[in-house]
Structure formats: structure tokens, C-alpha cells
């Protein structure tokens, strides 16, 4: 007697078929797929093997974008939401240099940015994670999107964990020990935007996906979509070399190449990661010409997706006046 085929042994058939037949999925295809896999309907074999395929593969605009409206699909607990004016993702986590782009965040909530930033830790080791280092920095960690909404109306900064929208893409991210290797859902992830911030941040390692998260924000509908590739992965600016700044709007996707800020071009890794000195230089009490550069250099980037500058050298000028001004006492952690 012949059996049913499970329902979603179909998505594996497309991507298993052999070198000719192989292809990659449309945007809708994607989305059930995921919806699938979120509500529980694919058994855990279907879920190892569909996320190695497209790993081989290689993932496409289509699939990020359709990848992520499913997992929107499956979020709970949104009844109103918060006007949230930048969605900032952070799953990469730091090794080399301290995460300086908190600092470019807190800017811009005390300059009246409201900023949503979601991200997971720990699946990696060797790495500072942003949830561990906010907390240690006093910030407070949401339990639940009313948390988020509850922390955005008082200091215009929210932090969620993955877990928190999605225990179930949280399980699928701490699977990379098992496979050896990252997988889909560590990129699109990035692109969930709970909110519905109308301008997203992403920060990439590898050259490769600048077009696929640029082309899925551009698929998804996303008013604006900056993308560039960060220190270490995570949304932060490494001053000691040009960065090539994507950013996806209007339908279209424009690079711009922005300039090093330190002649330098060579930033030794920081081999004590302490986060003293994170504070200490915010406080003014110790300095660190990468640090600063790092921070404002970040600032301004989203400062110019932000729409409040014009220019790269506008939207620098702006950071420097804003890191010059910043309250130098707000860290909670001081308080």
C-alpha cells in the first residue's frame, strides 16, 4: 500500500531534485514553508534537511522575504503597536571589538529616535552577545511585546529576544552546533521587524548577501532598507575603512561608498572586551579614537536612513554634534 506523502515533503522534493530539476522557491512558497515549519507541522527530519538544502543552495531575495512574512504570520501578542521609527537587528554578537553601535542607539533614543532592537545570543561561543551586554549595561530585557511597547514609550529603546517573538526560531538558530554551519534563519531573522519600523538596519558579514537582504526589503514592502557590512556581522561601522552603504527604497537599491574615518587602516583586535571601557569612554572618562569614530560613524549611517541628513559628510557632522552633546550620565548601569 502506498503512502501519503506528508505535506511537507513537497518543499524538500523542489529543493532535492538534482542539478537540473533543483530551483528555488517563489515568495509564497516560502512563507507556507515557514508558517509550516513555525505551527509545528513539519517533523523535526523535514526541518534538518530543508535547512541544509537551502544552505547549499544558497538562499534568494524571494525566499528571505517569503521566509520572513511566515514567521510574521506566527507571531503572538501584537495587539497595538508602538510607532517605532528603526528596527536594528543584533544576532551576530562581537568577538574582536566591543559593541560600540549600542552607544550609537542610545544617541539616538536621547535624540528622540524611537528604536526597536531584536536579536538572540549564546549560539556561538567566544562571542559577546547584545542581550547579555545590555543587561550587564542595565537596560531592561522584554519578556513580551507589551514589555517592548512598555520600554519604547519610556525611553524610546526596546530590546526582545528572538525567543520572545519566536520560541521556535530561537530552537532553530541554536541548531548551528548541530549542522556544523549557520543556517536560512540566521538571515532572515535580521529581517523581522516586529514593529514595522519604516526603516530597517541590517548588518552583514559577507559580501554575498548585501543584494539578498537589500532585494527582500524591496519584496516585503519596507518603506527604506540599509544595509552594509558591519564589524564582525553585527550594524556597526568599521571607521578604519570605506564602507559601501546599500540602501533599498522606492523600488530601487542605490550603493554609496562612504569614506574611512581614521587614516589607520588596520584596528587591532581588543583583547580584553571589557565592558568598563565601553562605559568609561561614553562617560568621558577615558578615551579611544576607534571607539568614538565606531559610534559616530554608525550614528550616521542611520542618521542618513533616517532621512535627517542628506550627505554622508551632513549626517557625520550630526553624529559628531550629538556624541558631543550626549548626556553623559544616562547609562543606566551609572545610575
Known amino acids: 500500500m502506498e503512502q501519503k506523502l506528508h505535506p511537507f ?9 538534482g542539478k537540473t530539476k533543483t530551483r528555488s522557491f517563489t515568495q509564497e512558497e516560502s512563507r507556507e514553508a515557514m508558517e509550516m515549519i513555525l505551527s509545528g507541522q513539519a517533523l523535526p527530519e523535514q526541518i534538518g534537511a530543508f535547512l541544509m538544502l537551502l544552505r547549499l543552495k544558497e538562499e534568494t531575495p524571494e525566499e528571505i522575504a517569503g521566509f520572513t ?9 501584537l495587539q497595538s503597536l508602538p510607532q517605532v521609527d528603526l528596527d536594528w537587528s543584533s544576532y551576530a554578537g562581537k568577538r574582536r571589538q566591543l559593541p560600540w553601535f549600542i552607544l550609537s542607539v542610545l544617541l539616538l533614543s536621547q535624540n528622540g529616535v524611537r528604536v526597536l532592537m531584536h536579536g538572540t545570543g549564546g549560539h556561538t561561543p567566544g562571542r559577546m552577545y547584545t542581550r547579555e551586554t545590555l543587561q550587564k549595561l542595565g537596560f531592561p530585557v522584554a519578556r513580551s511585546f507589551e514589555d517592548a511597547a512598555r520600554d519604547l514609550e519610556a525611553a524610546n529603546f526596546a530590546y526582545i529576544p528572538l525567543e520572545v517573538m519566536s520560541p521556535k526560531l530561537r ?3 541554536e541548531m548551528r552546533p548541530l549542522f556544523g554551519l549557520r543556517s536560512p534563519v540566521h538571515s532572515f531573522a535580521r529581517m523581522l521587524n516586529p514593529f514595522n519600523a519604516p526603516v530597517m538596519m541590517q548588518g552583514i ?3 554575498g548577501f548585501m543584494d539578498i537582504h537589500a532585494g527582500a526589503g524591496l519584496l516585503l514592502g519596507q518603506p527604506v532598507t540599509t544595509v552594509f557590512r558591519g564589524e564582525g556581522g553585527e550594524i556597526e561601522r568599521r571607521p578604519n575603512k570605506p564602507t559601501v552603504v546599500w540602501t533599498a527604497a522606492n523600488g530601487e537599491i542605490a550603493p554609496e561608498t562612504w569614506p574611512a574615518l581614521l587614516e589607520d587602516g588596520h ?3 581588543d583583547e580584553n572586551m571589557d565592558l568598563n571601557h565601553l562605559i568609561a569612554v561614553w562617560q568621558g572618562t577615558e578615551e579611544g579614537a576607534y571607539a568614538v569614530a565606531s559610534v559616530t560613524g554608525t550614528l550616521a549611517v542611520a542618521l542618513k536612513a533616517l532621512g535627517r541628513a542628506d550627505t554622508p559628510e551632513a549626517a557625520q557632522e550630526m553624529a559628531q554634534a550629538m556624541w558631543d552633546n550626549r548626556d553623559k550620565d544616562s547609562l543606566p548601569v551609572a545610575r
Open 9 to 17: 515533503a513537497k518543499f524538500i522534493a523542489i529543493l532535492a531534485r
Open 171 to 173: 530552537e532553530l538558530i
Open 205 to 207: 558579514f559577507h559580501r
Open 69 to 77: 512574512e511566515g514567521a510574521r504570520a506566527t507571531f503572538e501578542g
Open 267 to 269: 584596528a587591532a583586535a
